[in-house]
Structures are given as C-alpha cells and as structure tokens.
C-alpha cells in the first residue's frame, strides 16, 4: 500500500467531509453535521468547490461525476459507507453509538449506499448550482474556497 502525501488545504488534524453542493439529501446531512459535530471537528467542502476538486484528485475520486461522500483525514481516505461511519464516529452519543452499524458486511453497506447514491437526484431533486450552503454563515466550518 502507498503511503498518501498530506491533503491540500488541510491542516495536520484537519478532518473535512466532501459533500455535493448540489444535492437536497446532503444538504440534510450536512445540516445535521452542524448540531452533532458540538466540538466543530469536521471541516466541509463541496465538491463543486476548487477545495473540492482539489481534494479529489488528491485523492484519484472523479471530479466530474462524483456520487459518494468523502471523508479525509490526513492521509485517510474513507469513501462510501466506510466515509459515512468514519464520520459518525467524530460525532459525540448517541451518534458516536450507530458506528456499530458497521458491524455489517461492506458488500451490503455500500450496496444500500450506492442504491440511494445512485437516486437521490430522482428522489429529493437537485439544487441549482451556488444555492446557499448550510452552515456557510458559520466561521470556519467550510474550508477556504470549499
């Protein structure tokens, strides 16, 4: 395996969540990050963003089609089911405790994952693009240019 140089625009012990901009489902989750996240360890970025596509090749995820929610950490890259309980686990209880979920075999975490991926333009709609962003007039939660 091949040791990951450091993520731009990231600090060391930086978190971010890369999230479409576009999306009415991520904009829940990203609102509900908001008020769980109490301590403010998670730092987002669109994947709109310059932020966003940088951090995506960073990372070799597609820039142009992106349908999954990243989690990066340093050199961790989480993807997927695996991105949703990595982030989870930064939140404080009870959120901490659906973790345990990933108990499940990935096969069918990301099976279900992709299944709504997949459809969530269908079945929540699609934002028009520079709609406002939840949590955009909170200093510091969005990384610069994210």
């Known amino acids: ?11 060391p012990g930086e978190q971010v969540v890369l999230f479409d901009g576009e999306c009415p489902l991520c904009h829940r989750l990203v609102r509900f ?11 987002l970025a669109t994947v709109q963003s310059a ?6 090749r960073w990372a070799g995820l597609p820039t142009d089609n992106f349908n999954t929610i990243a989690w990066i950490h340093g050199p961790q890259l989480r993807v997927r089911s695996d991105a949703f309980f990595a ?14 979920l990933r108990l499940f075999p990935q096969v069918l975490r990301d099976a279900v994952y992709n299944g709504v ?12 693009p520079g709609s406002a962003l939840p949590g ?6 969005y990384l610069p240019g994210g």
């Open 1 to 11: 395996m091949t040791q990951r140089s450091a993520p731009p625009h990231l600090q």
């Open 33 to 43: 990050l908001l008020r769980a996240d109490r301590q403010r360890v998670l730092k």
């Open 51 to 56: 932020t966003g596509q940088d951090l995506l």
């Open 87 to 100: 982030i989870l686990a930064q939140l404080g209880w009870p959120w901490r405790a659906l973790a345990a």
């Open 117 to 128: 991926a997949k459809n969530r333009y269908r079945w929540f709609g699609k934002l028009p």
């Open 136 to 141: 955009a007039q909170e200093p510091g939660r």
